[in-house]
């Protein structure tokens, strides 16, 4: 066995941060989630960077935001990623499940990659491709369901996105994802120290539990929406909601007013599909634990960004609202992080890079914007992050403003965009549910200036810092887009544990 850690790397798709039972959400059913809980740290105040999947996950498999690798929409190419710096540094790296990454099945330091994408890409602008999932349906000489095939039922515009799994269970996406992870991890042979990333396409929408997990949240009462107020919302949020009310996006029907049973309805689908989610993390702590490596492993568990669920009016992301940009975040390594500790601290999703790449053993880049949280973990404390920050572009759904930044300062936060005099400015100390915009509010004049200042401030250091990526990308370019050396030592040790 290596002496450095084994790393399991569990990222789902657009999971809220009210989504864990041991973190205060008693409408949750978590159990293993709860466990990680337990035996380590949660952060949380952990934000993202941008507030769609490629953005997000680029930034966090890079260590700098957007503005600096250049990725601000779902098709734009990855320049970097730091996981070609584990491969290099004698990790056996694999990726089963989503990256999200462009080229879609491009190596990226990976040396496995057992892509499974969207749950519904069935859409004529999309990208081309077909992944593992969509290879197994083939096999099985089954239609793989989509908003295509839904759009056939007669209730398709009353379900908002949400119903039961109907094929067999070993079919639907997280539980396709997580058993071929649990699967890699019994028969993988080598004793090289491993970092397996485990992309769960799930709780993005469709919301599609089988019927066993959204039995158990019959009768349980979900969080209401927070109500909508689009006019006091910038033209950009109101051109979003527009947007959304006149296209099934990724399979949701989202209306201006639904009942509170359709959002009920709604949201114990996203539940279910989160305690799905919770089921498959127990069953890789399992494999873990039978292989006899669960001590010698860190177990991460976050999400690129999260899910309004029809708060503010909104359906799913490219929002700054707190539904969207804070996710649920835990770290556990009995006996070597801390157990049961809460982090309250501002931190940001992509400050995972570094903090993997050190307990790698690999020193990470110094033009890395991210910060390692090592210290939260054992380490020697260091002064807590202040700010932390997301931003988006236009894109295909974005399209009422060229760019968005987000900064929350302590318990202030402000949303800037380019092309308008508003904004919006949320005390969420007073205001958690960010219901009151005080953009214009006289007594937080001084406020909103010295905030839109500081992110005049934070491009302007951004630029300064990150000098060396560009370089950084060009010698790294051949290792990005072609495999990894295979490790020597042990690969290929039959049985070996």
Same mark, same amino acid.
């Given at each position: ?5 084994n790393i ?9 941060y ?6 205060g959400?008693?409408?949750m ?5 709860d ?5 380590g ?10 507030p769609?999947?490629?953005p997000?996950?680029?930034s966090?498999f890079?260590g700098?935001y957007p ?7 779902n098709?734009?190419p ?7 710096d ?22 990226f330091?990976?040396h496995?990659?057992?892509v499974?994408e969207?749950?519904?890409r ?5 990208p ?12 099985r000489?089954l ?8 759009r056939e ?7 908002l996105?949400?119903w039961v799994?109907?094929?067999d ?14 699967? $890699?991890?019994? /028969?993988? *042979?080598?004793d ?5 990333? =485990?992309? %769960?396409?799930?709780?993005? &929408?469709?919301?599609?539990p ?9 009768g349980r ?26 296209e099934?996006a ?14 009920q309805r ?15 993390v127990?069953d ?9 490596a669960?001590d ?8 690129d ?10 359906s799913q ?10 996710v649920?975040?835990?770290?556990? $390594?009995p006996? /070597?992080i *801390? ?7 501002? =931190?940001? %999703?992509?400050?995972?890079? &570094?903090?993997i790449?050190?307990?790698a ?29 997301a931003?988006?572009?236009n894109d ?5 403003t ?9 318990a ?21 549910d ?9 007594s ?6 010295y ?5 005049l401030n ?17 010698r ?5 887009m072609s495999?990894?050396?295979i *490790? ?10």
């Amino acid at each position: 066995m290596s002496d450095r850690p084994n790393i399991v790397f569990i990222l789902t798709d657009q999971q809220r941060y009210d989504t864990i039972a041991a973190m205060g959400f008693d409408h949750m059913i978590t159990p293993n989630l709860d466990r990680l809980a337990r035996q380590g740290t949660a952060f949380e105040n952990m934000y993202i960077t941008a507030p769609s999947c490629a953005p997000s996950r680029a930034s966090l498999f890079s260590g700098v935001y957007p503005h600096t690798n250049g990725v601000f929409r779902n098709d734009e190419p990855w320049n970097y990623c730091w996981v070609k710096d584990l491969a290099e540094g004698g990790y056996r790296t694999v990726n089963v499940g989503k990256m999200h990454t462009m080229p879609v099945e491009g190596p990226f330091g990976f040396h496995e990659r057992h892509v499974v994408e969207n749950k519904d890409r069935d859409h004529p602008n999309l990208p081309f491709y077909l992944d593992n999932w969509d290879k197994a349906y083939f096999l099985r000489g089954l239609r793989k369901p989509s908003r295509v095939s839904q759009r056939e039922r007669d209730d398709y515009d009353e379900l908002l996105g949400a119903w039961v799994w109907e094929h067999d269970e070993i079919m639907h996406p997280d539980v396709f994802v997580g058993q071929m992870a649990c699967w $890699w991890i019994d /028969r993988y *042979p080598g004793d090289d120290p491993f970092f397996l990333q =485990v992309g %769960l396409p799930g709780p993005h &929408p469709p919301y599609d539990p089988t019927k066993e997990y959204l039995e158990m949240y019959a009768g349980r009462e979900m969080p209401a929406p927070i109500p909508p107020d689009p006019e006091s919302q910038p033209e950009a949020m109101q051109e979003l909601r527009k947007f959304h009310l006149g296209e099934d996006a990724d399979g949701v029907v989202h209306l201006a007013d639904p009942t509170p049973e359709q959002s009920q309805r709604q949201r114990a689908h996203y539940y279910a599909n989160v305690t799905m989610i919770d089921k498959q993390v127990g069953d890789i702590l399992d494999t873990l634990e039978k292989r006899g490596a669960l001590d010698n492993t860190i177990i991460i568990f976050t999400s690129d960004h999260g899910d309004c669920l029809g708060d503010h009016g909104h359906s799913q992301k490219w929002n700054m609202y707190e539904p969207t940009v804070h996710v649920p975040a835990l770290i556990s $390594w009995p006996g /070597r992080i *801390p157990e049961g500790q809460r982090v309250s601290d501002l =931190v940001a %999703l992509f400050d995972l890079g &570094p903090t993997i790449l050190e307990y790698a053993g690999v020193e990470p880049p110094a033009w890395m914007e991210a910060t390692s949280l090592q210290p939260y973990l054992g380490g020697t404390r260091q002064a807590e992050r202040q700010r932390v920050y997301a931003e988006h572009s236009n894109d295909a759904l974005l399209t009422g403003t060229r760019f968005m930044t987000m900064i929350r300062d302590g318990a202030i936060k402000l949303v800037h965009f380019v092309d308008s005099e508003n904004g919006q400015l949320f005390d969420l100390d007073n205001d958690p549910d960010e219901r009151v915009n005080l953009w214009h509010d006289p007594s937080y004049a001084e406020k909103r200036a010295y905030l839109i200042n500081e992110i005049l401030n934070w491009r302007l250091e951004s630029s300064l810092h990150t000098q060396g990526f560009t370089e950084a990308c060009m010698r790294g370019e051949q290792a990005m887009m072609s495999p990894p050396c295979i *490790p020597a030592r042990g690969q290929h040790r039959e049985g070996s544990r």
